[in-house]
């Protein structure tokens, strides 16, 4: 059974930092590409991040340059180190493994899912 689970959210002040990871189990994902998607209460969920399976980065463009996504297939984990964080960043985020060796910013691009770890950034 395919399992994602996030950690790393929490209360951050704005400018600061955060590292969310996403440990993938029940099978091996170096191959597939995957992503971070975010959602902010009584808003759609939207994209944030995606890699492919050989480390090609795609941002949504209001993120570029603050965000970094990554990955370890070793561990078969997925991070997302936030910079300069924002009150407007503040969102439920989530990650989503494709069963494609590239993705793209769409929700239907990915077959899996985790139950997201919150990230609230104080003004």
């Known amino acids: 059974q395919v399992q994602l689970v996030e950690s790393g959210g929490g209360l951050v002040q704005a400018g600061g930092s955060l590292r969310l990871s996403c440990e993938a189990s029940g099978r091996a994902f170096s191959r597939c590409a995957m992503a971070w998607f975010r959602q902010a209460p009584g808003k759609e969920r939207e994209f944030v991040a995606a890699?492919?399976?050989?480390?090609?980065?795609y941002y949504a463009d209001s993120l570029k340059g603050r965000f970094i996504v990554s990955r370890d297939n070793a561990k078969n984990t997925l991070y997302l180190q936030m910079n300069s964080l924002k009150p407007e960043d503040t969102a439920n985020y989530y990650c989503a493994v494709a069963l494609s060796y590239y993705s793209g910013s769409a929700y239907s691009d990915y077959s899996y899912w985790g139950q997201g770890t919150q990230v609230t950034v104080s003004s």
């Open positions: 890699i492919s399976w050989n480390d090609n980065t």
